[in-house]
């Protein structure tokens, strides 16, 4: 009785942690799901030059930088720049790695300013993360 249930156990053992590497990579996923649910967008629209480009350029890069480095991923932003305010809200799945939160704010960020193409407001969200950024203060 002594051999047979050792190397029950140790196959017991192998097995339990080829499970756990199979688990691991489902609960930190190996991938961000970037695919698009919804994408939304002010219908105001700024020209070319007015000072709302730059705002809104710092405050989209500054929420793909800072969002995958904060704890539970959720930042909100406001642009430094006294003539044009940009507010900015970006968020990620928990379950992501700070890496993958930063590809899928990538995959956010391009999918709302295709879509809303110098508009004044919009929001992208993705399975695993969302931007949102307007002209004016907002909750979600
Ligand atoms: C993303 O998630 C949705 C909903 O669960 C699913 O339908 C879709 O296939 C997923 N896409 C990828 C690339 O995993
Ligand atoms: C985050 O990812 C997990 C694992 O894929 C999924 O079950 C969950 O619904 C996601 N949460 C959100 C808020 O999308």
Redesign the pocket.
């Known amino acids: 009785m002594g051999l047979l249930p050792k190397s029950i156990a140790q196959n017991l053992t192998i097995l339990s942690s080829i499970l756990l590497l199979f688990s691991l990579c489902d609960v930190a996923r190996c ?1 961000p ?3 698009v649910k919804i994408v939304q967008c002010n219908i105001g629209t700024y020209t070319e030059g007015d000072p709302f480009t730059i705002s809104l350029a710092y405050v989209l890069a500054e929420l793909e930088n800072v969002t995958p480095a904060r704890q539970g991923y959720d930042f909100r932003d406001i642009s430094p720049y006294p003539n044009a305010f940009a507010y900015g809200h970006a968020a990620c799945n928990q379950t992501l790695t700070s890496s993958d939160c930063t590809a899928c704010l990538s995959a956010a960020r391009i999918a709302v300013l295709s879509s809303c193409d110098h508009r004044i407001g919009g929001r992208s969200v993705l ?2 993360c969302t931007i949102r950024y307007e002209q004016y203060p907002f909750d979600d």
Do not use: I
């Open positions: 991938k799901n970037t695919t399975y695993d």
